[in-house]
């Protein structure tokens, strides 16, 4: 595996960094395997580990949805991949899944260094050779390979599939409107004006768009 060393850490709009990998499903480049599309890279300490396994699970259940939106998934854990394969298994036989997307091997955490997915903060976290595990981080990143969200989870806690979706809906939506997306907001709603977008030229571009502040425009968007 060729790992470069990160110069900087990762950061909204950084460059989600390459990297050649084994997977479940043979092996990667990653900015190849994002190609054009959206990815979620999401990561686990260990195979065989509970919360893990319900959300591999999940994700597998909701590839579809992912696939409609031109999201590739991919996950990483800190096994070989001989090991992941018997995993995913076990996941499909727990949660009823059918799981396809690779899971990066990562036995070594270089992948996990690479994109700050250590944990330093719980030192108790290790596994038997002493390493500390990796967490569990989500990265959304876009065609143009700039990751758009970072998301870390502690390792007791399980991720909301439906609010990775959501985020996704509310980029992409984002990226084709002009417009940014208030609290608890889902497809279907109202959505803000950005700032960027005069009031003139936001009658063209929506035409029931409404004021509440000067700062604060709401619209519909009828597509």
């Not at 054009?36 to 699970?57: A, I, K, M, Q, R």
């Not at 259940?61 to 991949?81: C, D, H, Q």
């Not at 929506?206 to 509440?212: A, D, H, L, N, S």
């Amino acid at each position: 595996m060729s790992i470069p060393k990160p110069s900087n850490a990762l950061r909204l709009g950084s460059t989600a960094p390459d990297f050649q990998s084994e997977t479940s499903n043979g092996p990667i480049s990653f900015h190849e395997f994002i190609g054009d599309s959206w990815t979620v890279l999401f990561s686990h300490p260990d195979d065989f580990t509970p919360v893990c396994t319900t959300e591999l699970g999940a994700f597998a259940k909701l590839e579809p949805e992912f696939a409609k939106r031109g999201v590739k998934l991919i996950g990483l854990s800190a096994n070989e991949t001989e090991s992941h394969k018997a995993w995913i298994k076990d996941i499909d036989e727990i949660t009823g899944s059918h799981l396809t997307f690779p899971i990066i091997a990562d036995p070594q955490r270089k992948v996990a260094l690479l994109y700050d997915m250590i944990d330093f903060q719980d030192a108790s976290n290790v596994d038997d050779k002493g390493v500390q595990f990796t967490i569990r981080s989500v990265f959304i990143i876009d065609p143009k390979k700039k990751i758009r969200l970072i998301l870390t989870y502690p390792a007791s806690t399980g991720r909301n599939t439906a609010e990775v979706l959501r985020v996704i809906d509310s980029l992409q939506t984002g990226d084709k409107h002009r417009v940014t997306t208030p609290i608890n907001w889902v497809p279907g709603d109202d959505v803000i004006v950005h700032p960027s977008v005069s009031n003139d030229e936001a009658k063209t571009l929506f035409p029931k768009f409404r004021v509440i502040k000067p700062y604060l425009r709401l619209t519909p968007l009828d597509v």
